[in-house]
């Protein structure tokens, strides 16, 4: 079998570990006209991994045993092939694998600022959050005042209907 190699987890472990360091979270400070600054950000990371080995006797066939043959006598003419009987000839097989993965999300949330008056959070502003939610006050407002006229017209009608058939029933009991 050829060499070939093999997973390794401690690679993939070390290169999460390379990439979930502290330094994600907290980055690297500076410092500008006596202020430091350290930015900070949000960190989720997820890793996965799998490993798998196998060996074993594997039946030959038909197929197998015309391909034996043909090695153990140095030919390659594509004769019958020979009798392969009940398939009790066996082979050799055997494997490995792994594979795995990881992902990282990182997002900067703020800036903790250290000066002369002492530590404070600067928060950071996401623009498109805050444009997502003014459009999600500005749809329920407008729900909101659209459910009340409707509620009002409604009223309205039956109102002028409950009027119309208190007419009704009086100018038929006076007729009556």
Not at 59 to 69: H, M
Not at 84 to 98: D, K, P, V
Not at 124 to 140: E, F, H, K, P, Y
Not at 147 to 172: E, Q, R
Request: hydrophobic content about 45%; glycine content about 18%; overall charge neutral.
């Amino acid at each position: 079998m050829a060499d070939v190699p093999r997973f390794d987890p401690a690679t993939l472990t070390g290169a999460v570990n390379d990439t979930v360091t502290v330094r994600r979270v907290f980055g690297d400070a500076y410092e500008r006209g006596g202020v430091t600054v350290i930015p900070v950000a949000r960190l989720f990371a997820a890793t996965g991994l799998g490993l798998g080995d196998g060996e074993g006797g594997v039946p030959l066939g038909a197929l197998g045993a015309r391909l034996q043959s043909r090695l153990a006598a140095g030919s390659d003419d594509s004769g019958p092939a020979p009798d392969s009987g009940t398939g009790s000839q066996q082979g050799y097989g055997g494997g490995h694998g792994g594979g795995g993965g990881y992902g990282a999300y990182v997002k900067a949330v703020g800036v903790y600022v250290i000066d002369d008056a002492g530590v404070h959070w600067r928060p950071s502003i996401d623009v498109n959050r805050v444009i997502l939610g003014g459009q999600a006050v500005a749809a329920t407002a407008v729900s909101a005042f659209a459910a009340v006229l409707a509620v009002k017209a409604l009223s309205g009608a039956v109102s002028a209907a409950a009027g119309t058939i208190a007419n009704a029933v009086s100018h038929w009991a006076s007729s009556r």
